[in-house]
T-cell receptor, first 117, second 114 residues
Framework: NAGVMQNPRHLVRRRGQEARLRCSPV?????VYWYRQLPEEGLKFMVYLQKENIIDESGMPKERFSAEFPKEGPSILRIQQVVRGDSAAYFCASSLAVSQGQYYEQYFGPGTRLTVT | GENVEQHPSTLSVQEGDSAVIKCTYSDSASNYFPWYKQELGKGPQLIID?????GEKKDQRIAVTLNKTAKHFSLHITETQPEDSAVYFC?????????????FGQGTILTVHP
């Protein structure tokens, strides 16, 4: 009964490099959310994806950040040309289904802790 | 957009005492309010949630209350145990527009002393 899996758990990048964070949702879940947690802060919504579609990216920085959830394989959050301010914990969550007026629990992964040096 | 305020930021209690964490939200359209527990180095785990058509919900030692008029909701933990020590987050969501997108509070560090 595997939950949400994220890898790597820890990632160190130098300024200007690219970071790729992977998220495998709970088996059978086709909805994925990415959240960012800065040190000693709450989680901030970044993007919501369904298979092959970005539904809501209102929390994503306009530049350098992108996300995808292909038909096959994990969801990927990509950060290009990382800066020190990108250092944070990035959490992925998945849910069974989403529809207006309905609520489905979001299961969170253990997170990827990105450190930019 | 929605804004969720949570307090206190830290809470220290003796084992067996009760702990209360409070949150307020800004958008009256929010209608789903989950609470998450986050242990060190782990992802948030849902512990209880409440919908806007319910005023109170209880699950063993944990209860949540919702006051829609005042736009605030609270988490109550009774008979606290050392293993309850963690960071607790409240959140709010509007199903009508946000498709499950959660807005989180800033978190409360709960420490239960044996």
């Amino acid at each position: 009964n595997a939950g949400v899996m994220q890898n790597p758990r820890h990632l160190v990048r130098r300024r200007g490099q690219e970071a790729r964070l992977r998220c495998s949702p709970v088996k059978g879940h086709s909805h994925v959310y990415w959240y960012r947690q800065l040190p000693e802060e709450g989680l901030k919504f970044m993007v919501y994806l369904q298979k092959e579609n970005i539904i809501d990216e209102s929390g994503m920085p306009k530049e350098r950040f992108s996300a995808e959830f292909p038909k096959e394989g994990p969801s990927i959050l990509r950060i290009q040309q990382v800066v020190r301010g990108d250092s944070a914990a990035y959490f992925c969550a998945s849910s069974l289904a989403v529809s207006q007026g309905q609520y489905y629990e979001q299961y969170f992964g253990p997170g990827t802790r990105l450190t930019v040096t | 957009g929605e804004n969720v305020e949570q307090h206190p930021s830290t809470l220290s209690v003796q084992e067996g005492d009760s702990a209360v964490i409070k949150c307020t939200y800004s958008d009256s359209a929010s209608n789903y309010f989950p609470w998450y527990k986050q242990e060190l180095g782990k992802g948030p785990q849902l512990i209880i949630d409440i919908r806007s058509n319910v005023g109170e919900k209880k699950d063993q030692r944990i209860a949540v209350t919702l006051n829609k008029t005042a736009k605030h909701f609270s988490l109550h933990i009774t008979e606290t145990q050392p293993e309850d020590s963690a960071v607790y987050f409240c959140a709010a969501s509007m199903s009508s527009t946000s498709y499950g997108k959660l807005t989180f509070g800033q978190g409360t560090i709960l420490t239960v002393h044996p």
